[in-house]
């Protein structure tokens, strides 16, 4: 951030007044320009003991597999940005949906909810996202091919509580190798 | 958003390429300014059978009662950003962090985290945010002076939830009146 979104001008980074830590601030029209991390909402859909991955067609990650997921927008609750993407990135309804786990992505200022859900019905199909949609058993995961961190521990933590027969809500710092090809940009 | 925060040119409010909704757009530079819900996260902090309310002492809705909650920081867990707020509002210290209620306030783009947690010890002071701090029974609550309905709403679940035994992890839209006095600004 170099200019004011308010006025244009210049931007100093400095402690505000009654704050401890450095913001943009405008000294010629007074705003503090606060940064705050996103929110990423995503989904597990099922069908019956199968799960939906979409490979992507764009980049970071091309040509690997990942869980429908993008950021939240402005307006939408976190259940209709979860259906929204599902929507955008594999043409597929999704309904029952249950929050199953919030990943913190500290280094990059991103936090990931996942929610797991139902396929309405069988039916996907590619979009300009993903190049491949495929419901895979456990045991055909390509776990060589998972495009990001968080999706991974999002699947070991999914395919764990499913073989323990329960889905706790589960908040967790996730560590990500900030040197990895290219970690979330959804 | 009037002028380009790389750039300094003016913006324009256009759908980009790829995109299907309107984003503050540089023609000069080529920036899309992406807007974002942001995140607030809070505590109820609990004593034996109490809970610890602050009575605010910043608008809006100076006065009024309120559990300790703010924006989430970059750099930051959630975890740590309600131990944050908890401290800056209360001096106190929590344990035990658990995730409780995801609030959705859609109209004006904030998520609230809430989490049920512990005092450390009954040890808790008045700050620059908070003239008076107090530990309630659940018949003591103010409930005519709580500063904002996410807050009540909260506090609404949290005993009918304590009082059935078992606090699931909740989300939920909660619907907040935009004419009513400063709904929740942290």
Redesign the interface.
């Known amino acids: 951030?170099?200019?004011?979104?308010?006025?244009?001008?210049?931007?100093q980074l400095t402690i505000p007044e009654?704050d401890d830590?450095k913001r943009?601030c405008c000294n010629h029209c007074g705003m503090i320009?606060?940064?705050?991390?996103?929110?990423v909402v995503g989904a597990i859909p099922e069908w019956q003991d199968r799960i939906l991955l979409c490979r992507r067609d764009i980049e970071p990650q091309r040509g690997l597999w990942t869980l429908p997921a993008g950021?939240?927008?402005?307006?939408?609750?976190?259940?209709d940005g979860a259906r929204r993407e599902t929507r955008e990135e594999t043409k597929a309804e999704i309904i029952d949906l249950s929050?199953y786990f919030?990943a913190?992505l500290?280094?990059i200022?991103q936090?990931y909810?996942i929610f797991r859900c139902q396929l309405a019905r069988p039916e996907f199909a590619i979009t300009?996202e993903s190049s491949e949609l495929r419901l895979f058993r456990e045991e055909e995961i390509p776990w060589d091919e998972i495009a990001f961190q968080v999706i991974r521990v999002t699947l070991q933590k999914y395919f764990s509580d499913r073989a323990a027969g329960t889905f706790p809500?589960r908040?967790e710092?996730v560590r990500i190798a900030l040197n990895c090809p290219a970690e979330p940009a959804p």
């Open positions: 951030m170099n200019f004011c979104s308010n006025c244009g001008n210049p931007v009654d830590r943009f320009h606060y940064q705050n991390p996103r929110l950021y939240l927008e402005n307006g939408e609750s976190v259940e929050p919030l913190d500290v280094p200022n936090l909810l300009r809500f908040n710092v």
